[in-house]
């Protein structure tokens, strides 16, 4: 029982609380994400505790001496928004202990009160989900603990439990946390602080549980995974005569997570499992059942994982596009595309394939690039095959996706972005080089079969043997004065390597226009060239 | 009545000019690895970009102690004030005011009104300039509030960064938008808007980011009433050359201004936005 604390405690608190802070501190900097994901919570939260100790060196050993040294370290050094917070809560503490008597149970009560509403106090627009929220549970626990007990060791017991519980309930609070899977690093250093504050009254040391970003993430994660066995069975087992192994060996068959445990004629028993009905039946053999649960762990986990996921998915618009090749496909996800269709010149998507492309999207409106002209159609017709909310902008080619993608802003709403993003792609023009599949006349002479053809506009405006040098044709044809950017794709073949030669050909002569050379890896087009 | 002018470093302007102007600068934090600068104090842009050039871990930023502030706003006290104005970095890119606010907790001395700008860099520079100026030929108090906020409510400020790296990195951009066009060699023109960093437009080519910035700030400067009255800033990097450039741009477009002034952007903003940033601020 300790029922007041003396100057000496108030020293090893200060620097238990540093030493844990310093040493959990890359754990809270990777939590934070709120306001600023800048990644020094931890950082800041000890320079500011380390201004403290500063302050306190040399001093008298006097417990006012000691709050006043306290509130001026930490006014002093405070660092980043989590730190000035954290010597606004100081502030509030120490204020009590300097105008009281005696160190004891009320006292800390109400320091930490104050410090909760000096904090609260000093943040312009307080957030919940942070630091305030965390140092105001924690108040309110001591509160609670304080009317059933004047043991200060006690109640820090009381405030450590809901620091710790009030900490992973941060995301519930605040949804940046909730979408970044972590909870708040502010709160998460207070939690800190209080465990070894703690620690430094009872001489031991805490274990400060590890919430780390990446273990948070995959706990999150773990929620999502398919399911072996899908339900979760529990049932109370009433029985005098069972025999609990030949019972176990039973139902272990039947799932995983087997637990029976009790005695004295009850049995808990719980198990995951795709069979609840035969892990029953033969439950009843043994005995009486009751308190019998089935959950369907997926449908929970989905639901959790839905939750997380909603605040994104309401308004923000996806877009879907048709294409064929790796390195054009990661380009297009790079502009914000977020469903790809298999697709493009001899294989055309059916319908249903694009239909299905626009369904499986996240949200109810969706902007569709069939990226060919015989698609076009297809798209069209897709977007009647859906419920949602659809807008097919009629690009013919990647350029013109690309384009089109530049212009796009997913917070906007659907027409307004038709307008930008139809007005985008027609400032851009295509041209392709793949080899003549058969013999052919077109209007610049006799075409054979393997042939390397190069098409702008519908139109073979240049052929010849080698892809390059009908790229380059080809290009040439296209440029004019006002072009600025040349994009290339390299695809079937090629490698942008290929390319450096006629790059600084190109270059030389055309010495204001930038270009941009990239591995495409579409098929039957070993070279897609955009001009703007 | 005498009113001191408080900011921070990020409105980007050089010592001497809160000399010339009579205000009081409290400069924000900036440390490559164990090295610690004061932002514009002791490390002046040009060393800066060198620096982060030469540097392999990126530089680290942090906003001014709750000290700094109580001890800038005292000695305001002691010269004579009688209230203060501290103007600052949005605050929801910088706790800078968070950290002005809380010394205003300890520090009672005389009254301390507290502007979020909403706004940094060039253009919180310029706004300093004009209640300065205010100040100095006679504005009461109230007068040069109501300027802040009018300022506040009618400065922009489009940039256009050479990679969204650093905005990513420092955390000012939303990862989601930081990837946006990362393949493609695609140059946003951003802007703050509410405080925060946000795309205004994208575009492929350097050239065409220029004349795009050039349509954006005639469209903002053709949005207003006032439309003769404009005062226009740009501010460079490591790219002094890029001054002249837009200068000829803004003529050619024909865009009208009362004033139009150059500086370079600073080491703090400088780590968010990276070399290679340009920017036009509209007041």
């Known amino acids: ?532 | 009545m005498k009113v001191g002018i408080v900011t921070d470093s990020t409105a980007d302007m050089p010592v001497d000019f809160y000399e010339r102007h009579n205000v009081t600068m409290v400069p924000l934090v900036v440390r490559f690895g164990e090295e610690i600068h004061k932002d514009w104090v002791d490390l002046i842009p040009d060393e800066f970009y060198k620096k982060m050039r030469s540097s392999d871990a990126l530089p680290k930023t942090s906003q001014p102690s709750v000290g700094d502030f109580a001890t800038a706003y005292e000695k305001l006290a002691k010269d004579g004030c009688e209230r203060i104005i501290s103007i600052h970095i949005s605050s929801r890119l910088s706790g800078t005011i968070q950290s002005a606010r809380a010394a205003c907790q300890v520090f009672k001395d005389i009254p301390v009104t507290l502007i979020d700008s909403e706004l940094t860099a060039i253009v919180l520079g310029r706004i300093v300039e004009e209640l300065a100026n205010a100040r100095d030929t006679g504005a009461s108090f109230e007068e040069m509030i109501s300027l802040a906020e009018d300022c506040r409510r009618s400065g922009r400020i489009l940039f256009v960064v050479d990679t969204l790296k650093y905005l990513e990195l420092g955390g000012r951009i939303g990862k989601a938008q930081a990837l946006l066009g990362s393949l493609l060699s695609v140059k946003p023109i951003l802007h703050l808007e509410e405080g925060i960093v946000a795309p205004r437009a994208k575009v492929k080519g350097a050239k065409k980011a220029k004349r795009e910035l050039i349509t954006l700030v005639k469209e903002e400067i053709e949005a207003r009433r006032d439309k003769k009255n404009a005062k226009l800033m740009i501010a460079y990097t490591d790219n002094p050359e890029m001054v002249t450039e837009l200068k000829s741009l803004i003529d050619e477009a024909g865009i009208e201004y009362d004033d139009l002034r150059t500086g370079q952007i600073g080491a703090v903003i400088g780590t968010y936005v990276g070399p290679g940033t340009y920017a036009i601020g509209i007041l």
């Open chain 1, 1 to 532: 029982m300790k029922s007041e604390l003396t100057a000496a405690d108030i020293k090893d608190i200060i620097k238990n609380c540093a030493a844990a802070l310093e040493a959990e501190c890359d754990e809270i900097n990777a939590l934070n994400v709120f306001p600023v994901p800048d990644g020094d919570t931890g950082t800041n939260m000890f320079l500011t505790m380390q201004s403290v100790i500063e302050e306190m060196n040399g001093i008298r050993e006097d417990v006012k001496a000691y709050a006043t040294a306290i509130k001026d370290g930490s006014l002093k050094g405070a660092r980043g928004n989590s730190g000035v917070i954290l010597s606004q809560i100081l502030r509030g503490i120490s204020d009590v202990i300097i105008e009281g008597e005696v160190l004891d149970a009320g006292l800390i009560t109400r320091a930490l009160n104050q410090g909760s509403r000096v904090a609260y106090e000093a943040v312009m627009k307080p957030v919940e989900g942070t630091m305030l929220t965390v140092i105001k549970d924690m108040a309110k626990a001591a509160r609670k603990a304080a009317r059933r007990s004047d043991d200060i060791v006690a109640i820090m017991q009381e405030v450590v439990k809901e620091a710790d519980e009030s900490v992973v309930r941060t995301p519930d609070l605040l949804d940046v946390l909730k979408e970044a899977g972590v909870v708040d690093a502010g709160g998460r250093g207070i939690a800190v602080m209080a465990g070894s504050a703690l620690a430094a009254l009872t001489g031991e040391k805490v274990a400060v549980r590890a919430v780390s970003k990446e273990t948070m993430i995959q706990s999150f994660e773990d929620q999502v995974i398919d399911l072996t066995y899908l339900n979760c069975t529990e049932f109370l087992l009433k029985s005098d005569t069972i025999d609990v192994d030949k019972f176990k060996k039973s139902i272990r068959g039947l799932g995983d997570s087997m637990l029976v445990v009790g005695g004295g004629g009850m049995y808990r028993t719980h198990i995951h499992t795709n069979d609840p009905g035969k892990v029953l039946a033969r439950a009843t053999q043994q005995g009486e059942l009751s308190q019998i649960k089935i959950n369907n762990m997926k449908e929970q986990s989905e639901e959790r994982a839905a939750s997380l996921k909603e605040v994104k998915e309401i308004k923000e618009i996806a877009v879907v596009a048709v294409a064929a090749g790796e390195g054009i496909k990661r380009i297009l996800r790079s502009l914000g595309v977020t469903g790809i269709v298999n697709g493009g010149q001899t294989m055309n998507p059916s319908a249903a394939d694009i239909a299905g492309g626009i369904d499986s999207s996240r949200s109810g409106k969706v902007i569709v690039l069939p990226n060919n002209k015989n698609i076009i159609l297809t798209a069209q017709q897709a977007s009647d095959l859906t419920k949602k909310e659809v807008s097919v902008i009629p690009t013919r080619s990647i350029p013109e996706a690309f384009a089109a993608l530049l212009a796009f802003e997913p917070e906007k709403s659907l027409k307004e972005n038709q307008r930008a993003m139809d007005a985008a792609f027609k400032a851009v023009k295509t041209g392709e080089v793949t080899r003549a599949s058969r013999d052919s006349k077109a209007r610049i002479g006799d075409i054979r079969k393997g042939d390397t053809i190069g098409i702008y506009d519908s139109d073979i405006v240049t052929a010849g043997k080698d892809i390059i040098e009908t790229g380059e044709a080809l290009i040439r044809t296209m440029l004019d004065k006002d072009s600025e950017v040349l994009t290339i794709l390299t695809g079937d073949g090629l490698r942008p390597d290929d390319m450096l030669e006629l790059r600084a050909k190109l270059q030389k002569e055309y010495p204001d226009m930038e270009v941009e050379i990239h591995d495409g890896g579409q098929p039957l087009y070993p070279l897609i060239v955009g001009v703007e």
